[in-house]
């Protein structure tokens, strides 16, 4: 009878074990799932925090580059805009005369209103026969050397370097390799100058019309002139 019970508590013994093997278990195992329910909630708030911040920085990223597509359209409307205003090449090789006309001491509203008489359709007659102009030198015997056009309207007197002769003396006619310089006188005792090698080339605007004079080099001591008349 003391063995049956014995067995008996040795039955209920490894019951027990088993029973408290089993309790462990399940409690582990609710520990783990426990935990990894905790990682899992955690990694989703973590992760939909992150895609809240992706999502803001997006916005963010596509304002400030909508804004810089807006800023650079601008500019180029703006560039795109001065380039119209810039001149062309013709404007500024005529802004260039302009300029050095200024240095000259001619002065820009004279300029403008010359200009501003100027029209589309130009009309200008032929050349004129040439006329002959003696080109004075500090050694000319000759006092009157002057020529005029247009029955006295501008009258026109040059002066140039002596011809040197074999000795590196002066001659009484001038040098038609260096600079000659031809003096306009027009109404009202206004003169204009030239200078340069020749040919040389002047324009005259008298009221509508513009006057293109031609000094090219001649016989000897003078020079031939022609001029062509233009309506502005």
Not at 14 to 25: E, G, N, V
Not at 98 to 115: H, T, V, Y
Not at 139 to 160: C, E, N, P, W
Request: one cysteine or more; a positive charge; glycine letters at 6%.
């Amino acid at each position: 009878m003391s063995l049956g019970l014995a067995r008996r508590k040795e039955l209920q013994k490894r019951r027990s074990q088993k029973l408290w093997t089993l309790i462990k278990s399940l409690f582990f195992l609710a520990i783990l799932i426990g935990s990894s329910y905790f990682a899992f909630d955690t990694g989703q708030k973590i992760a939909l925090r992150n895609m809240d911040y992706s999502t803001e920085k997006f916005n963010q990223q596509e304002s400030e580059l909508e804004a810089m597509r807006l800023e650079l359209g601008n500019t180029e409307a703006e560039l795109n805009k001065m380039q119209k205003l810039l001149p062309n090449t013709e404007i500024q090789d005529l802004l260039t005369v302009i300029n050095q006309k200024a240095a000259d001491g001619i002065k820009p509203p004279r300029m403008a209103s010359l200009i501003a008489g100027l029209s589309k359709d130009e009309t200008c007659t032929e050349p004129s026969q040439s006329k002959r102009i003696v080109i004075h030198t500090p050694v000319s015997q000759q006092q009157d050397g002057s020529v005029s056009f247009y029955r006295g309207l501008i009258t026109i007197t040059g002066k140039g370097s002596p011809t040197l002769n074999e000795q590196g003396n002066p001659e009484a006619w001038y040098d038609p390799t260096k600079p000659v310089t031809a003096s306009f006188t027009l109404p009202g005792g206004e003169s204009q100058t030239a200078s340069g090698i020749l040919p040389l080339y002047h324009s005259v605007i008298i009221k509508d019309k513009e006057y293109r004079f031609t000094i090219i080099s001649g016989r000897r001591a003078f020079a031939d002139i022609t001029v062509q008349s233009c309506n502005l």
